[in-house]
């Protein structure tokens, strides 16, 4: 689709050659907002003066405009037909794997991908609205055991850190023998007259097809665990709150293997699962400020009581599950007038101090 920009320019254009043609005027503007431009030359040299090429150094794919291809149905088989200049050869026909019933991507921009011997097609198109969702309000917290815990206790994708886990564990130990090889190789090629060795070992030990397949079959996992979380999320509310998962955990002393599996740890595919799955199902996702909600008991709303692992002691003497304690704290947050999304972590703090003191001189009274 062009952008209104390039159309304002080529209507200049336009009105600039045919101001006093009103006809003129008005047929050349009709096939610009059709999308028709290609049919009239002098529409068609403003649209290549104004709509600039991208760049790009991927050489195995490339992107067809929707005037650039037509589809066709051969002996129940979709067709995509790619027109190219006649100097160039016949057109490219790509014959696909559906009959086209349910798949056409006929009016879009399409991007031709060719990857191992197999050629993709990828378009856009819009979800369907999929199944209701609920009319609650409530507030999600990321756990590691599990993918969220909500402020009514309910647990979603268990199992998550088990997966997080078993992934960034053998990640590590296979990390550490391809250190060790990596030296060996070295220590061959260096030494002189032992290439063929150091060859040998960066061939047959030191490639990447295991671990990146590896890799893959974990993200998957991930993904489909946490998608089947936050539909279920989705299932029973209309208002999800949440703290803004794209940022990165920030710690003063970062414990190393803590680190390691949360850098393996898909945060951002928790927030575009809970991002793209609201918008999907009609349902809203409010993010607000997180600071403080891990140290806050969820009773009173103030710095007060104490976290130890996944328990949190309350000042009454209850006793919490930490993720759950910290979805209640971020739920009260969604309400909290005082405290919006961008106040810094300091004037947080201070003004969570003042109102314990100011609850110590009431009790005081």
């Not at 709509?51 to 037509?70: A, E, T």
């Not at 856009?124 to 209701?132: M, V, Y």
Request: charged content about 30%; hydrophobic content about 35%; some cysteine.
């Amino acid at each position: 689709m062009m952008s209104s920009f390039i159309e304002l320019l080529a209507s200049r254009a336009i009105y600039t050659r045919a101001k006093d043609d009103e006809a003129e005027l008005t047929r050349l503007y009709t096939l610009l907002q059709q999308g028709e431009w290609t049919q009239e030359n002098f529409l068609h040299r403003q649209m290549r003066r104004h709509l600039k090429h991208g760049h790009s150094k991927v050489n195995n794919q490339f992107i067809v405009r929707p005037d650039k291809y037509h589809t066709e149905i051969v002996d129940g088989q979709l067709v995509v037909v790619i027109k190219i200049a006649a100097k160039y050869g016949q057109p490219i026909r790509l014959v696909t794997t559906t009959n086209g019933k349910s798949v056409d991507p006929s009016g879009k921009n399409i991007r031709i991908i060719v990857k191992d011997n197999v050629t993709e097609i990828h378009y856009a198109f819009k979800k369907p609205l999929g199944r209701p969702r609920g009319t609650e309000v409530i507030a999600v917290d990321k756990g590691y055991t599990e993918a969220f815990v909500d402020s009514d206790g309910d647990e979603y994708g268990i199992g998550f850190g088990k997966v997080m886990t078993e992934y960034s564990d053998k990640t590590s130990k296979t990390n550490k023998s391809r250190n060790r090889l990596y030296a060996l190789e070295q220590k061959h090629r260096e030494a002189g007259g032992r290439t063929a060795k150091a060859d040998h070992i960066k061939t047959n030990n030191l490639g990447t097809k295991k671990i990146n397949a590896r890799r893959s079959k974990a993200q998957n996992r991930i993904r489909n665990m946490v998608l089947q979380a936050v539909h279920s999320v989705v299932d029973k509310v209309g208002v999800v709150v949440s703290e803004d998962l794209s940022r990165p955990i920030a710690k003063r002393r970062p414990w190393k293997k803590c680190n390691r599996r949360m850098s393996a740890w898909a945060r951002g595919t928790l927030a575009e699962a809970l991002e793209s799955i609201t918008q999907q199902r009609k349902a809203r996702h409010a993010l607000v400020n997180a600071a403080y909600t891990l140290q806050m008991d969820s009773n009173t709303h103030l710095l007060e009581g104490k976290r130890e692992a996944d328990k949190f002691y309350c000042a009454n003497g209850d006793v919490l599950q930490a993720d759950f304690n910290a979805a209640l704290n971020l739920l009260h947050r969604y309400s909290d007038q005082e405290i919006t999304l961008y106040t810094p972590h300091r004037e947080v703090r201070r003004v969570l101090l003042a109102r314990s003191s100011g609850a110590t001189e009431r009790q005081g009274a």
